[in-house]
């Protein structure tokens, strides 16, 4: 089916068709296929008794207690909004429409109704390759969702309970193992130190461990629990870099400051902590009026309204974390600064013990380098002026003297006034206390001529 831009309303911003007799006849979806693998889909099937299983790419709704989810993770990299945009409409429609696709694929925060469907998104606008940009839309009915997604967000997925690398026992990595315990064989799954380092950033299981959700509400509360759990691992990768590069600060020494400051780490950081920021912002604008929505629907559970309430709880004392991180990253960068300055100024300082030694040597050089043989008053064959250089000299002498007179007159002119100030506080002090002695004299006198009447 195809939209020309001609027959499109400038009101509403929506597309009007003229009616017409012949019947539209859409292509089948394995033919509109315009971007083959780049766009990931996984779609699952929930039979609202706690188990799931993979389905067909068909975008069906489930019926009575079945609800079906198709994912869409767009390729993270630096591609166009409108791209992102073909690459929705090529996996989405139909039956979406393309005021839906707008509205999953657009940056900003959204909450509201599509078509009937409850939509919401925390799109930040910020570069798509970058880490620190995070992206999820979601189309909710009572049947289906339609989530999408900019690159992989952590145990949003389903697997089978067997394949969690969590639930196996590990075993320490090494290169001196004993014989004996090698015909033994491994007492666990070796683990290595990028897996473990990767381990420790995530606050969360893995795919086998989610619970299986039995109605839809369920499902709306796993996938804004994954996108605080994606947020909370970046906060805490964050966290764990910044401790790693105090302690190199630590003990390295003026060489990594300076490579530090060269490669611009900590603005780059602070710039990437704003954009950070803004995605947390747009979920604590968003997840409440979710769960205001949520809550006037029938089929919404009440104990997944609670579950929402604590999400956006999570959320709130996750953006307080990126402000104390925030402060580190910008007390790190006043420090690195400070060390700059003083660095400068150390330099600066040499230069000066130099200007020292080399200015009166210049002082010396240019004295008795002068030429004032055309100079007035320095006839050296007159024999009335044969003193030029004497008189060179002088007018030099008085030239410095009135140069020092008009650098300091600022600083005399203050010293006099606060003189002149304080004998004239003084002097009205001793009027003061003379008249008040004659005061107190008299009303003495008085007083005393009284009783002696008495």
């Known amino acids: 089916m195809e939209l020309l831009s001609d027959d499109a309303a400038a009101e509403g911003g929506e597309v009007e068709r003229e009616p017409s007799g012949e019947p539209l006849v859409r292509e089948p979806r394995h033919c509109r296929t315009h971007f083959p693998g780049a766009v990931r889909q996984k779609a699952y099937l929930f039979d609202g008794l706690g188990n799931y299983f993979n389905k067909e790419w068909d975008l069906m709704e489930g019926s009575g207690r079945e609800f079906c989810w198709y994912h869409a993770e767009l390729p993270k990299g630096n591609q166009k909004l409108a791209l992102s945009a073909q690459y929705l ?74 394949q969690s690398l969590l639930s196996e026992i590990p075993s320490i990595e090494s290169t001196d193992l004993v014989r004996d315990e090698e015909k033994e064989g491994p007492s666990g799954i070796v683990i290595r130190e990028h897996v473990l380092e990767f381990l420790l950033t995530m606050n969360h299981s893995e795919e086998a461990d989610n619970p299986v959700p039995v109605r839809v509400s369920n499902l709306v509360v796993h996938i804004i629990d994954t996108h605080v759990d994606h947020v909370q691992d970046i906060v805490t990768k964050l966290e764990m870099e910044l401790d790693a590069v105090e302690l190199e600060l630590d003990k390295g020494g003026s060489t990594l400051k300076k490579q530090m400051l060269d490669d611009r780490k900590f603005p ?171 005061r107190t004299f008299q009303r003495g006198g008085f007083q005393g001529g009284g009783y002696m009447r008495i």
């Open 89 to 162: 409409i090529d996996v989405l429609c139909p039956p979406l429409k393309l005021q839906d696709i707008l509205t999953l694929v657009s940056n900003g925060p959204f909450c509201g109704h599509v078509d009937g469907a409850l939509v919401f998104r925390v799109n930040s606008s910020g570069p798509s390759a970058s880490s620190f940009t995070l992206r999820l839309a979601a189309r909710v009915t009572e049947n289906s969702v339609i989530t999408v997604s900019l690159g992989r967000v952590p145990r949003l997925g389903f697997s089978p309970t067997g």
């Open 268 to 438: 780059k950081m602070h710039l990437n902590l704003q954009r950070f920021l803004q995605v947390v912002a747009h979920g604590e604008q968003v997840f409440p009026r979710v769960k205001e929505k949520c809550s006037a629907k029938s089929w919404f559970a009440s104990e997944d309204i609670i579950a929402l309430e604590e999400l956006i709880g999570r959320l709130r004392r996750l953006k307080e974390n990126l402000g104390f991180i925030v402060n580190r990253v910008a007390a790190i960068q006043a420090g690195l600064d400070s060390w700059q300055s003083e660095q400068i100024n150390r330099k600066l300082y040499y230069l000066s013990f130099l200007s020292i030694i080399f200015l009166p040597l210049s002082i010396i050089t240019g004295i008795f380098g002068m030429n004032v043989g055309g100079v007035p008053w320095t006839a050296q064959r007159d024999p009335a002026l044969q003193d030029g250089f004497r008189n060179v000299m002088i007018l030099c002498v008085v030239m410095l003297f009135l140069l020092l007179v008009s650098f300091s007159f600022p600083s005399l002119y203050a010293r006099v006034n606060s003189w002149r100030r304080r004998h004239a506080m003084r002097r009205s002090w001793s009027i003061n206390r003379k008249s008040f002695l004659s």
